[in-house]
């Protein structure tokens, strides 16, 4: 009864931008925490970017500085900015969501199914 959808992912240059959006819909009471992972070619799925409830973020080294992340709570929308995008930054992009269900005394963590982002010239 809980969906994470993702969008905004595609094919950009070095230097780019692009930004992505994560909407979680159905029997959703709050969203506690919302991340983006990624997954490139070979390796293994790693944390991009977090953020709490309050507002607070924690980045990977490996984007700080480069990326942005944000969130709506009333459209229980998370969003990753991505500036100055490099060849590295390649992958897959999955969204996560702790959440609590209506009816439901405990969060759990959900999953979208990915949009794919490739920076290449």
């Known amino acids: 009864q809980v969906q994470l959808v993702e969008s905004g992912g595609g094919l950009v240059q070095p230097g780019g931008s692009l930004r992505l959006s994560c909407v979680a819909s159905g029997n959703i009471a709050s969203i506690n925490v919302m991340g983006w992972y990624r997954q490139a070619p070979g390796k293994q799925r790693e944390l991009v970017a977090t953020i709490v409830n309050g507002g607070r973020a924690n980045y990977a080294d490996s984007v700080q500085d480069r990326f942005a992340i944000s969130r709506d709570n009333a459209k229980s929308t998370v969003y990753l900015q991505m500036s100055s995008l490099i060849p590295e930054d390649t992958a897959v992009y999955y969204c996560?969501?702790?959440?609590?269900?209506?009816?439901?005394?405990?969060?759990?963590?959900?999953w979208g199914p990915g949009t794919q982002v490739t920076v290449s010239s």
């Open positions: 996560l969501c702790n959440l609590q269900q209506w009816g439901h005394s405990n969060s759990q963590n959900y």
